[in-house]
């Protein structure tokens, strides 16, 4: 299971309810955590980062409208290498999912 939060910041964890959340979210083992982050440190933040299983995007003013992209390409991979995994020692060739090549989605078989 992957979660993604878009983003943790300063403003977002004014929101006691929004923190309490990102917590829950952190204590979750079976959750791969995603998240977009300041360039600051937070602390909630720098707890996130220890975890093996989370990956973090740093928001900067330079890359705030790329990191969809890079983000989207992330995801793709990780459920490409997911269904991969999956699929070792099975021959079927009429097995379809998505995949991602140049930022275009298309349906592999």
């Known amino acids: 299971n992957i979660f993604l939060i878009d983003e943790i910041g300063k403003m977002e964890l004014f929101s006691k309810q929004f923190e309490n959340m990102v917590k829950q979210i952190m204590n979750d083992e079976s959750l791969i955590v995603i998240a977009t982050v300041p360039i600051h440190k937070i602390p909630i933040v720098e707890k996130l ?3 093996q ?3 973090l995007f740093t928001l ?3 890359n705030r409208n790329l990191t969809t992209t890079y983000i989207t390409k ?3 991979d990780l459920v490409d290498t997911k269904m991969n995994d999956d699929n070792k020692g099975n ?11 140049s930022g ?3 349906r592999k078989k």
């Open 91 to 101: 021959d079927s060739n009429n097995q379809q999912y998505f995949s991602h090549q």
């Open 74 to 76: 992330y995801l793709f």
């Open 49 to 51: 980062k220890q975890r």
């Open 104 to 106: 275009n989605y298309y």
């Open 53 to 55: 299983d989370s990956k």
């Open 60 to 62: 900067t003013r330079n």
